[in-house]
């Protein structure tokens, strides 16, 4: 015979809300206040995100150009869309390596095409050999400065178009997902404050959320494919990724719904 054993002590119930007039007026009054907030940043994330989409075609054609621009000729003019030189002079270097935030800055003299200050991106092979006063050739592209040579040693900058397609692209994936569930939990609790004024809000607003939040996470890796591919790549990882997230998200509901303790009944 099996030995007995008592059954398990009940759970502690979960203390409910306080449900006077003031405690629920002022539940209303925080649900009213945060989806007030949620309305306004919802739509300002989604003008956000679309601005920013809307610019990924034209920054992939500039990357596009730079890749296939060659050194200017001796008769091509400033406006030309090629690889010019201009001589500057080192005015100052700044290096700090302090992991992400290091800095590695070119200072320069020069003509008005020059940029005073460069992001060099490195110390090497250059930058960490300059002093002031040294004479140097820097390669110019648009208003970009590309690269920086002086006698045999040259360096390419962190100054190019290279990477800022997907960069923004990736930008405006994250800021249309929280726009849009911005814009949706707002406007879900302003309009259902009146008639749910003692209890919670729909559960599928935390599975929404959930599902936003994994969407914008979702651009992370998207970016890391995309600085090593292109553009559409990039946007076809994210659009991969999307039904794993919404399929977590519609898991973890159905998972506390099995496991949510069921109601109380009196004796």
């Keep these: 015979m099996p030995p007995h054993t008592d059954p398990p002590a009940n759970p502690r119930p979960r203390p409910r809300p306080p449900s006077g007039p003031g405690a629920v007026r002022r539940r209303v009054v ?3 206040a945060w989806g007030l907030c949620a309305a306004l940043l919802g739509p300002a994330a989604l003008v956000v995100g679309v601005a920013a989409l809307a610019a990924v075609p034209g920054l992939a054609e500039d990357e596009k150009a730079f890749g296939a621009a060659a050194p200017c000729a001796a008769t091509s003019s400033s406006h030309d869309d ?8 080192v005015t100052r270097t700044v290096i700090e390596e302090r ?3 290091s800095r590695y800055t070119l200072y320069l003299k020069g003509p008005a095409d020059v940029p005073r200050s460069i992001d060099m991106g490195d110390s090497g092979p250059l930058l960490g050999r300059l002093r002031p006063g040294d004479a140097v050739t820097v390669t110019l592209w648009r208003d970009y400065a590309t690269g920086v040579r002086r006698g045999g040693i040259s360096q390419e900058t962190a100054d190019t178009p290279q990477g800022e397609a997907v960069f923004v692209c990736a930008l405006a994936l994250a800021a249309l997902s929280g726009g849009a569930y911005g814009l949706y939990a707002g406007g879900t609790a302003l309009s259902r404050t009146r008639h749910r004024t003692a209890g919670d809000l729909p559960a599928a607003l935390v599975t929404h959320g959930k599902e936003a939040v994994g969407a914008a996470l979702c651009a992370l890796p998207a970016l890391a494919v995309g600085a090593w ?3 559409p790549v990039m946007l076809m990882v994210w659009l991969g990724l999307l039904p794993l997230v919404r399929w977590g998200a519609r898991r973890s509901r159905r998972d506390a719904g099995r496991h949510a303790r069921p109601p109380e009944h009196p004796a």
């Excluded at 090629?82 to 002079?89: G, H, I, M, N, V």
């Design 99 to 101: 992991g992400r935030s």
């Design 30 to 32: 925080r649900r009213r």
């Design 229 to 231: 591919t292109n553009v």
């Design 82 to 89: 090629c690889l010019r030189s201009s001589d500057a002079t």
